[in-house]
């Protein structure tokens, strides 16, 4: 089963609301978790650095009053996407390491989002 | 930085020939982990394979097989054999920093297995 678990797994919204993402580690904690946007027919681009009880790091280029990342529990991690447009609709996906000895990475189901 | 070429952007074969995806990796980190992951259409990432710099070792599994060539920053990846099921977007990775767990994506290879 999912060890990572995203939610919803698809959301559609009106241009200029906000809609929260959540992304929850199932039976591990994760100090840090990444999350991921991927427009149709494109690769993965890294958004974020979630990091359990502070800030999150973003990477260049994406805008951190847009995307509000929370990560206020070790099994929780959620993107806000403030006042949508059109041009955010795409499919975001979470990861999150499992032990540091097993080098495991567990990716979500991905959300997508679909700004009307 | 770190950076991960897919080079073919589309392949088609047809069922049981053998396909090889390529990957191109550019780093500065001594010490850094690549990954391959398979993307079938429900859009879930579906782990095949991790392995770190300091091991070189092809390895098999299966109908899989991987090539790691550190003097040519490649990590190619072979599918013998194909099967309709192969058909996905697959994507070569490389971890940033010294995070294993932070990895950047190559652009994809979209494999198609016509029967």
């Known amino acids: 089963g999912a060890v990572v678990s995203q939610h919803p797994s698809w959301v559609i919204c009106k241009s200029g609301t906000s809609v929260k993402i959540e992304c929850r580690s199932l039976d591990f904690q994760a100090t840090t978790m990444f999350w991921y946007r991927q427009f149709p027919k494109q690769s993965l681009m890294l958004m974020a650095t979630s990091n359990e009880g502070s800030k999150a790091t973003y990477e260049q280029g994406v805008e951190k009053d847009k995307f509000l990342i929370n990560h206020a529990s070790l099994t929780l991690s959620t993107l806000t996407v403030t006042s949508a447009h059109p041009e955010d609709s795409s499919f975001y996906i979470c990861s999150a390491p499992g032990l540091a000895h097993t080098g495991e990475l567990f990716f979500g189901e991905g959300s997508r989002l679909t700004v009307l | 930085a770190q950076k991960v070429t897919q080079a073919q952007t589309e392949i088609s074969v047809v069922e049981k020939e053998d396909v090889t995806l390529d990957c191109v990796y550019e780093?500065?980190?001594?010490?850094?982990?690549l990954f391959w992951y398979k993307q079938p259409p429900s859009g879930e990432l579906v782990f095949l394979i991790r392995?770190?710099?300091?091991?070189?070792q092809n390895e098999i599994s299966g109908r899989y097989s991987w090539n790691f060539q550190k003097s040519t920053s490649s990590f190619n990846f072979t599918i013998t054999a194909s099967q309709v099921v192969d058909s996905a977007v697959y994507f070569c990775?490389?971890?940033?920093?010294?995070?294993?767990?932070?990895?950047?994506f190559g652009s994809g290879t979209r494999l198609s297995i016509r029967p």
């Open positions: 780093t500065r980190d001594t010490t850094y982990y």
């Open positions: 990775a490389l971890s940033k920093g010294s995070s294993a767990s932070k990895i950047i």
């Open positions: 392995r770190n710099s300091f091991d070189e």
